[in-house]
């Protein structure tokens, strides 16, 4: 019984794509035959169907359905076979769009086809022999020819039978791409001398209602003594093989043996005939070697299943299945179908206005069917997808009929295939004008560039517009509308010229203070009352390299000694550590390079050129000196370029000793301790002197306040020691993720020292005095022993150890 399902309905709208419906219909419908209400299903008034020229594009799907305007309805125009249109693929189904005008819609309608059960199982051949010999031992199989139905589901192939069963039973075997291998299985002897030749049938039915069958006759013959079949290597085979392959080609050899000796020994090869007529494509010579012999299309299969045959000469035989799949080259160009096209468009057009809808298909599978299309540049139109292979062709910018009146666009479609295919279809789009008679500028906004730290009074560019009108009324006057650019009028940095429209620049620039602005002119025309429009101006102030890089990371100071740990087990390629720079320019000003300029050993360190890191260039050795001073340059690109240089002290040592022994180990000559015992007389004479007043000061007070002078004599104050704030490492760019600092005190002529650790994120500042044996104190200094040798000895270190 034929029926008819609506299966769903969605109706949306997104972009171009409006609504889409889902029927379900059987086979082999009557032409007229109702398949569903699409104005009621969808939501669509029939008044609609007719104001909008409603259509159904199938695009490769035939024209089997078609509208009925009138009465809202889709109807059968051509009966539908589904094995002709699906083949054995579920679900079968054709996918159509209904187009609306005026305005454009699109919809989406699936037909889902059932199968019906109208085709019996067929076999290919009608009679099959076979020769057996009357040696074959009990449970010899031999493959039967396989039927075919054309049906799916119920209604496909459901089982065989075998009569008569005195000597063979029917064996079938499901297998894994879903087909039955059908063998004739021997369960009794074969006697030729009782009967030489035995005749079956062989009857394949299906599921369907009412049950419908195919049969094919076998004859065998019974032969003399041979007890050995052929044997293939291997039960299934895989091989591939590219579509569109020449005729001859060899796609694979296989190989069956039989034991048996002499004539009984010798194996031959053949197709096994299906329906499907693999034995039409492929063929197997005698050496087993499966030669192509028709043509393969991937478009219209993907794989194949070659059944082959090894007979020997007394009638015994084997079989195997080469499953072949087919590999797609890109052969096929996209098709461009235009589903509907605008022939005018009024200039005043919104952003999106939808002008062309089309559809691309490339029956090409994976990348050799991915299409991308594009237009023509320097248009004002874009291609957008709407959903799957459908595709519109809207503007992207504003029109104006009085630049351009007409449109040739060319839509070009291309696979991703290699080589790529492509097609293309040119479109002509006319503007229709709207005359509002007021003056027109040539573009609906204006760009300009100007390089900074220019001279005022430099012409930057000249904007012009037009009016259709004439004489006195299409006389045009420039004016520059009031605005600000930052809190600053917009007229105290350009000017328009009221008759020429050229505009100057008011004041010189700079594009480190601002980048751009904008600011509007109006023209307006010498008509009674006068019409006027305005334009948007867009100034864009271009960079020069009047910026020299700035070196954030490593800071230079002029105190402390900073210095980067290497230990001596540095592998090549060891971050030492990274010169992080900025420029303030922009673009090419402002990309900078690093170059290792000067070094104490150039064959240890090297600097990336983009990302300024310093790392090591082959094994650190014991011969390499503790102390490494590297001078890195930092290029920007600008023309003429700027640079700024920086210098990174690098200690090679594996223990903090080591390192300490470098850099605080001074020589201290002759002049340098006659420097010393005058400061020391100086120091003595001073303190005598201060000690000699403070005595004469005490005593001179105990005369007049004794009582004060002894309380205070006697009480004890308190002692507030006072610790400067300690500086913090804040740069977070180190090379280690953990700071430590020590705490050294050494003397001038000892090589002895008292060290401890600080807390980490600190930097720890110690005085050592000459003795030694003073008690640590710790304050922020910036002050160098380099440049006061005279001084207590002050060292600084910032060493990074990596945890």
Known sequence: MKRQEVLFITVLCLGSVCGQVSYTIPEEMAKGSVVGNIARDLGVDVNRLKSGKARVFTGDGGDYVELSRDRGVLLVREKMDRETLCRQTTPCALHLQMILENPMELFRITIEISDINDNSPAFKNDVKRFEISESAVKGSKFVLERAVDADIGVNGLKNYSLKPTDHFKIKVEGQADGNKKVEMILHTPLDREKDDQISLL??????????????????????DVNDNAPVFTQSVYKATMAENSPKGTTLIRVSATDADKGTNGDVSYSVSTTVDSVSDIFTINEDGDVILVGEIDFEKSTSFQIDVEANDNGGLSDSSKIIVDIIDINDNKPVINILSKSQTIPENSPHNTVMVMFSVNDPDSNNNGKVNCAINENIPFIITHSSNDFYSLVTDSELDRELSSEYNITVTCSDEGVPSLSSSVTLTLQISDVNDNAPVFERSSYEAYIVENNTPGLSIFTVKATDADWNQNARVSYILEDSSVNGVPVSSYVSVSADSGVIHAVRSLDYEHIKDFHFRVKAQDGGSPPLSSNVTVKILIQDQNDNPPQVLYPVQTGGSVVAEMVPRSADVGYLVTKVVAVDVDSGQNAWLSYKLQKATDRALFEVGLQNGEIRTIRQVSDKDAVKQRLTVIVED??????????????AVADSFPEVLSEFTDFTHDKEYKDNLTFYLVLALAV????????????????????????????????????YPPRYSDTLGTGTLPHVYNYEVCRTTDSRKSDCKFGRAGSQNVLIMEPSSTGTMQRIQSDRNILDEPDSPLEVSFSVALQL
């Open 202 to 223: 062989l009857t394949a039915v299906d599921g369907g209602e009412p049950q419908m069958s195919g049969t094919v006759k076998i004859y065998v013959t019974v032969l």
């Open 687 to 722: 303190v005598s002197f201060l000690f000699i007043t403070c005595l004469v000061v005490i005593i001179s007070v105990k005369i007049y306040r004794w009582r004060q002078s002894r309380i205070l004599y006697q009480s004890k104050l308190p002692v507030i020691p006072y």
């Open 637 to 650: 690109n600008g023309q003429p370029s700027r640079s700024a240089t920086v210098i990174v002290n690098v």
